[in-house]
């Protein structure tokens, strides 16, 4: 069975089968441990009864309550491709926006690559829609160009108008993103 619980530093040793994915943004330990640190609570792991990890997503709680923007981000979600089209991804995602209305949240977002369109799919069928179009927004390697994301949302509850779901009407850079 599997077992989903708090993310551990000791896990920053055991995550390497999760993060070899060439489509997982990886990070420097401090990264982590400033996000483990900062919003424990969003810091989920799914681990196998062996004590192997299958998956993680790692977020955060931003924005501003005054312009109705407090908000959940999905900073990272990944799942090892063996234990891939399980549902480990859709019930993560579930637990982070579970933590996200508990804190009175409006929306939870995230970016993906445009090329991604596996996950830009599963994101859909999970209720998120693309918000809009950041250009460039992930460098890339080895000469090739920078790829664009799409930063896409989900209402919560709190947000009864769905206000934060109206789509932009034209792409923005990294630099324009609050």
């Not at 009175?104 to 445009?114: E, S």
């Not at 947000?159 to 009407?169: A, G, M, N, Q, R």
Request: with cysteine; aromatic share 12%; net charge negative.
């Amino acid at each position: 069975m599997t077992t989903l619980r708090a993310f551990t530093c000791d896990d920053l040793f055991k995550f390497n089968n999760i993060n070899l994915d060439p489509l997982t943004e990886t990070y420097g330990i401090p990264f982590y441990l400033q996000y483990l640190a900062h919003w424990p609570e969003y810091f989920i792991v799914a681990e196998a009864p062996g004590g192997e990890l299958m998956g993680y997503i790692m977020g955060k709680a931003e924005g501003s309550v005054a312009r109705e923007e407090w908000h959940g981000h999905v900073t990272a979600l990944s799942v090892a491709p063996e234990f891939r089209r399980l549902g480990l991804a859709g019930k993560l995602m579930e637990l982070l926006e579970e933590i996200s209305e508990r804190k009175g949240g409006f929306f939870v977002d995230l970016f993906v690559r445009v090329s991604n369109q596996v996950a830009v799919n599963m994101y859909k069928q999970l209720g998120y829609s693309v918000y809009r179009t950041v250009i460039e927004y992930y460098s890339a390697s080895n000469g090739e160009p920078d790829e664009d994301a799409y930063d896409m949302r989900k209402a919560l509850s709190r947000d009864t108008e769905k206000k934060s779901i109206v789509p932009l009407p034209h792409p923005v850079r990294p630099e324009d993103i609050e």
